[in-house]
């Protein structure tokens, strides 16, 4: 077993957090920053505002990065059956990296997980 730093565990834990704030977030109506900023803040108040330089999230399809685009601008509302993807991440030069993403669909009732994988942390060394 391999133990990590303890600052490692919470960029993890931070990045856990921000996903999955924002995943409860979705539901039709809903702007898209109001997604992003929810994960962004969080981020941001752990003290990884910095550190996080990418958008939320963005559509799936054909292309690797479809519309809609999930930024902190975007105020486009969300509609039943959107695809995107939600994925924070935190990389700190020299400490660690960490990103965790799902694909959604907005639901008449809020949102479905589209993908399957445990959010406990592993370690890749």
């Given at each position: 077993?391999?133990k990590?730093?303890?600052?490692?565990?919470?960029?993890?834990?931070?990045?856990?957090?921000?996903?999955?704030?924002?995943?409860?977030?979705?539901?039709?109506g809903?702007?898209?920053?109001?997604?992003?900023?929810?994960?962004?803040?969080?981020?941001?108040?752990?003290?990884?505002?910095?550190?996080?330089?990418?958008?939320?999230?963005?559509?799936?399809?054909?292309?690797?990065?479809?519309?809609?685009?999930?930024?902190?601008?975007?105020?486009?509302?969300?509609?039943?059956?959107?695809?995107?993807?939600?994925?924070?991440?935190?990389?700190?030069?020299?400490?660690?990296?960490?990103?965790?993403?799902?694909?959604?669909?907005?639901?008449?009732?809020?949102?479905?997980?589209?993908?399957?994988?445990?959010?406990?942390?592993?370690?890749?060394?």
């Open positions: 077993m391999v990590l730093a303890p600052n490692k565990k919470k960029i993890y834990n931070t990045v856990l957090k921000a996903q999955l704030a924002a995943i409860e977030k979705v539901k039709a809903i702007p898209a920053k109001e997604i992003d900023l929810t994960a962004r803040n969080i981020i941001k108040d752990a003290g990884y505002g910095d550190y996080f330089p990418h958008r939320l999230g963005h559509g799936l399809g054909a292309s690797v990065h479809e519309f809609p685009s999930i930024t902190e601008t975007n105020e486009m509302a969300l509609q039943e059956n959107m695809v995107f993807t939600i994925e924070p991440g935190i990389y700190v030069p020299g400490v660690a990296g960490v990103r965790i993403e799902d694909d959604i669909v907005v639901t008449k009732d809020g949102y479905e997980i589209l993908t399957e994988f445990p959010k406990e942390l592993m370690y890749v060394k």
